[in-house]
């Protein structure tokens, strides 16, 4: 593969993109360094790229990490500051259909009817084919008060409870919603931990 850009090599001579790539790479030397003496080991050769390549896949999967965390901790853009959880709640659908009625009625938590929804109790554990497990967050932000119903959903299929990237929301939570009563002494843990 050939390049236009030229790059300088150490020799002063204009060499391709790849081959300053692969002189980036392999050119480096690996330095062993024990206390204050330093073992010159040499080019690195071939194994500059599986350095490379290492740091390239441990850059990616620590991006992702921290992307899986912050995608599931919503953020308040006027105050700067991630929504903390006041308290939890899990609900199990024995059925899509009952699941649906439920998640349909909540979408907004701006009528009476849908905060008696959200009240009701649905802690009977199912683990049935095609059930739904929810896991409700109750959030607020320290600085403005705003607060956020956060859902997130598994469906238990083949024996197992599967996380569903389909059900998750976040709710605002109106004035006057009551969510200290969900607040219990000890919250429960997400049931895949139970589970797996
Ligand atoms: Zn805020």
Not at 64 to 84: D, G, H, M
Not at 153 to 172: D, Y
Request: charged share 20%; net charge negative; hydrophobic share 40%.
């Amino acid at each position: 593969m050939r390049s236009n850009i030229g790059f300088s090599g150490d020799a002063g001579e204009r060499v391709g993109f790849w081959t300053f790539v692969d002189r980036s790479f392999t050119g480096a030397d690996l330095d062993l360094a024990i206390s204050r003496y330093s073992i010159g080991l040499g080019e690195v050769g071939p194994l500059g790229y599986l350095t490379a390549a290492l740091e390239v896949i441990g850059f990616c999967a620590g991006g992702w990490l921290v992307y899986e965390i912050l995608k599931k901790s919503p953020w308040c853009a006027s105050c700067q500051a991630y929504f903390r959880t006041i308290a939890q709640k899990k609900s199990y659908f024995a059925t899509f259909d009952q699941f649906e009625d439920y998640w349909e009625g909540t979408g907004s938590l701006e009528t009476p009817e849908a905060e008696a929804l959200v009240a009701g109790e649905y802690s009977d554990r199912v683990d049935v084919g095609g059930a739904v497990y929810l896991l409700t967050d109750f959030r607020g932000c320290r600085g403005c008060g705003d607060r956020l119903m956060s859902d997130s959903g598994q469906v238990h299929v083949a024996g197992k409870w599967k996380v569903s990237l389909e059900i998750e929301r976040n709710v605002p939570i109106p004035k006057g919603f009551n969510v200290e009563r969900f607040v219990q002494a000890d919250p429960p843990s997400p049931v895949a931990e139970a589970a797996m």
